[in-house]
Structure formats: structure tokens, C-alpha cells
């Protein structure tokens, strides 16, 4: 990667947690799935690259800052439409 693509990890020792944070990132293609909420738990999409690794997990209605850090910032409009038409618990393959 480049000084523009760099890929940050950190890890938490003990409870195993990974964050990853992306300034940009280079895909052919990603999966998006909507999951449905429960009475005050609202509903949330994730995002996943071509080996289906987790990208982003965000609120539907909230989806700003999430792509933002994995670089679709400029696509976000684009993937507010396809995610308002999602069915939920459905995986759906979409080229940006």
C-alpha cells in the first residue's frame, strides 16, 4: 500500500477483539447484509470484502462515519438506496 491506501491494526490481548481502521480501500466488489432489529435495537448492515471479511458493521440509519473509514465516503448515497431496498437476512453481491 501507499502512503494514501494504509491498513491500521490494533489488537486487544486478552479478549481477542480486532479493530481495523482503513483510510481507503481497494475492492472489485463487496457483499452488504441488512440485519432486522428487535423492539429498541435498531437495524444494522455490514459490509464485506470478496473473501467475505468483515469491513463495516454500522446502523442502517447511520451509515456516515462506518464508510467513511473504509474509504466510500464518496459512495454513500448509492449505498443508502441499495441498502433502504435490502430485504433483511439477505446477502446481496454489489459493484461500486
Same mark, same amino acid.
Given at each position: 500500500?501507499?502512503e494514501?491506501?494504509?491498513i491500521?491494526?490494533?489488537?486487544? &490481548?486478552?479478549n481477542c477483539?480486532v479493530?481495523? &481502521?482503513?483510510?481507503?480501500?481497494?475492492f &472489485?466488489?463487496m457483499?452488504?447484509l441488512k440485519?432486522?432489529?428487535?423492539?429498541?435495537i435498531p %437495524?444494522?448492515v455490514?459490509i464485506? %470484502?470478496e473473501e467475505f471479511?468483515?469491513l463495516?458493521?454500522?446502523?442502517?440509519d447511520?451509515p456516515?462515519g462506518?464508510?467513511?473509514?473504509?474509504?466510500l465516503? %464518496?459512495?454513500?448515497?448509492q449505498?443508502?438506496?441499495?441498502i433502504?431496498e435490502?430485504?433483511?437476512?439477505?446477502i446481496?453481491?454489489? %459493484?461500486?
Open positions: 500500500f501507499s494514501n491506501n494504509n491500521v491494526l490494533v489488537t486487544h &490481548s486478552l477483539q479493530q481495523y &481502521s482503513f483510510t481507503k480501500i481497494l &472489485s466488489f457483499y452488504v440485519i432486522e432489529g428487535k423492539v429498541k %437495524d444494522y455490514q464485506r %470484502d471479511t468483515l463495516a458493521y454500522f446502523r442502517a447511520r456516515e462506518a464508510l467513511a473509514k473504509i474509504g465516503a %464518496d459512495k454513500e448515497e449505498l443508502k438506496k441499495i433502504a435490502l430485504p433483511y437476512g439477505k446481496q453481491k454489489i %459493484d461500486l
